[in-house]
């Protein structure tokens, strides 16, 4: 007991824990949207809405915490940067992510996401107006070209392959959306800090999910779900949204961002494991190489992608 005691006191300590507990909570998002989906006669909306209903609480809590810890004044700029922010990486991510996984497996899902970093640089090397490296363009190409063998092989064993090109399509979208989030996080990161800014975004884009609902459906409706869907739409709010934004921000403060962007790759692992343990989802030799594939091309990109100080926030935005 003392042995383990140490142990846990010293991965505290270096942050390796709240890293590790980062990834599978952020790694467990698209298993909690399958077994909603699967719970009940619930959309992609309005799952949304009630995960960001009940994550609101919580990133209100983090602009007050992080408020506290640095009390810089913002600027009516600074709030449209957050608004914009907002809008792109915790609102059109989360629900085109939220539309694609109707459609295709957590762990294709994954996989999809996980390129986010090859259109963080596409985007800068288009702003910058800079070529990218022969050692870039390869891992880009690697990252492809594992995400097409696992691509190709949910499409063939499946009897609706329009349906996973459209679900793809959309967890694209959301990699696109994220991306352009991740790109414009700079200068905001330097004003504020990565959970404050969080905290802000995420109030931010949980008024607009809410807004966008209250548009288009009848929260009436809601009440008539099953206590299953509820119940994952909350572990989804606590476990995958708000509580992995705050690891992350414990684990950069004692390891800094590129050790804890390493941990962050385990994401993909873990959703593609608990996509088999929990849902059933068949793990075959494409998909293992297709993972290996991405995994390696994105660690390659790694020195490239680490301009800001929210390695894996991308898990948690989608």
């Not at 209903?53 to 007050?64: D, R, Y």
């Not at 963080?120 to 490296?133: D, H, K, S």
Request: hydrophobic share 55%; proline share 4%; glycine share 8%.
């Amino acid at each position: 007991m003392t042995f383990l005691r140490t142990l846990l006191t010293r991965q505290i300590h270096s942050g390796s824990l709240f890293a590790v507990l980062a990834a599978l909570g952020f790694s467990f998002k698209a298993i909690f949207v399958k077994l909603a989906y699967a719970a009940g006669p619930v959309d992609a909306i309005s799952l949304l809405a009630m995960r960001m209903a009940m994550a609101l609480p919580l990133f209100v809590w983090l602009v007050w915490f992080s408020g506290r810890q640095s009390p810089t004044r913002l600027t009516p700029a600074d709030g449209l940067r957050v608004i914009l922010l907002g809008l792109l990486g915790y609102y059109l991510s989360s629900l085109f992510d939220f539309y694609g996984l109707q459609y295709i497996s957590a762990g294709l899902e994954r996989l999809i996401l996980f390129t986010y970093p090859t259109l963080v640089l596409i985007f800068q090397a288009i702003a910058l107006r800079e070529r990218p490296t022969t050692r870039t363009l390869a891992a880009m190409g690697l990252c492809y070209l594992g995400l097409g063998i696992a691509f190709v092989h949910d499409v063939s064993i499946s009897g609706v392959g329009q349906q996973v090109i459209l679900g793809s399509l959309w967890v694209f979208a959301s990699a696109v959306t994220y991306a352009l989030y991740y790109s414009g996080t700079g200068i905001v990161l330097k004003r504020m800090g990565s959970m404050r800014m969080a905290g802000l975004c995420g109030t931010a884009s949980s008024l607009m999910v809410l807004v966008h609902y209250l548009l288009v459906a009848d929260i009436n409706q809601l009440w008539q779900l099953p206590a299953a869907v509820w119940l994952n739409a909350g572990l989804m709010a606590i476990f995958s949204t708000v509580l992995p934004i705050y690891w992350v921000a414990l684990a950069i403060q004692r390891m800094g961002p590129t050790q804890t962007a390493a941990v962050g790759n385990l994401g993909p692992v873990l959703t593609v494991l608990a996509s088999w343990a929990i849902l059933s989802e068949e793990i075959s030799t494409y998909q293992v190489l297709g993972l290996a594939l991405v995994l390696f091309g994105v660690t390659r990109l790694k020195p490239a992608a680490k301009k800001t100080d929210l390695p894996a926030a991308k898990e948690a935005a989608a």
